[in-house]
């Protein structure tokens, strides 16, 4: 199976940045899209970005468009989210996932999640 663990995610204030990583380990010789999604408590899980395996293609929530950039390293099998100018309403746990089509945004489309890693965003 694939395993994906999460990391970077803290407390920032308003107008801040963050990195969050996500590290690929077990069957890692196949083709994957990976993903980024969030959930907020009380809230459904929602798309954020998405990468094709090659990296050629992406794909963004309206919401973080210009200001999240989502990149992957294949050679080190991690996947990043670049959150720049976050804002509070930013605050929830992100989660990174992998698929084996392109940077699609529904969730049906992945089969492996990770953890999550919790950001928080104050004003």
């Known amino acids: 199976q694939v395993q994906l663990v999460e990391s970077g995610g803290g407390l920032v204030q308003a107008g801040g940045s963050l990195k969050l990583s996500c590290a690929r380990s077990?069957?890692?010789?196949?083709?994957?899209?990976m993903g980024w999604f969030r959930r907020a408590p009380g809230k459904e899980r929602e798309f954020v970005a998405a990468?094709?395996?090659?990296?050629?293609?992406?794909n963004y929530a309206d919401s973080v468009k210009g200001r999240f950039t989502i990149s992957r390293d294949n050679a080190k099998n991690t996947v990043y989210l670049q959150m720049n100018s976050l804002k509070p309403e930013d605050t929830a746990v992100y989660y990174c996932?992998?698929?084996?089509?392109?940077?699609?945004?529904?969730?049906?489309?992945?089969?492996?999640w990770g953890q999550g890693t919790q950001v928080t965003v104050s004003s």
């Open positions: 077990g069957r890692t010789f196949g083709t994957y899209a």
């Open positions: 990468i094709s395996w090659s990296g050629g293609s992406t």
């Open positions: 996932a992998a698929g084996v089509i392109g940077p699609a945004k529904e969730v049906s489309q992945y089969y492996y």
